[in-house]
C-alpha cells in the first residue's frame, strides 16, 4: 500500500506575473478512511477563507483508492478544471489538481499524490 497527502499550493498574483514558482504551503497525510475538507476548523483539511463552504468535500479511501466527493453544491468542486457533480464520487490519480469552493481564484489550489511503494510492487512481479 502506498503513502497519500494533500499539498496545499499557492501562488500569488505577484509571483504568477513574474513567472516565479509555485509554493508549497501545507502538506497533509491522508491517513484516515475519510478526510473532510472545508471552512470548519474540525475538517481535517482546513481552509480558512470565505468563498469555501463549512464543509465542502470529503476524500474517502477504499483500500489503496482514493475518492473525492463534493459535500456542498454552490461553490463546486473541481479535479483538473472539471466539475464534479454534487454528491457525485470521483477517483482521484497522483497528480490530480483540486479546486474547492471559489479556491482558484484565491491563488491556491489543493494537488492530491499517492506514491505507491515500488520494492513491494517490484517482489510482487518476481517469479521463483
Known sequence: MGTAYID????????????????????????????TIGRDPAAGIHLDFGGCRRMEAEIVRRGDRYFILPLEASNGTRVNDTMISFLKEVELHHGDRLNVGASSGHGF????????????????????
Open 8 to 35: 496545499i499550493r499557492y501562488a500569488t498574483q505577484s509571483s504568477r506575473r513574474l513567472g516565479w514558482p509555485i509554493c508549497q504551503r501545507d502538506r497533509i497525510s491522508l491517513n484516515a478512511e475519510s478526510t
Open 109 to 128: 489550489w489543493l494537488e492530491f499524490s499517492h506514491e505507491t511503494d515500488v520494492s513491494e510492487s517490484s517482489k510482487a512481479g518476481e517469479t521463483s
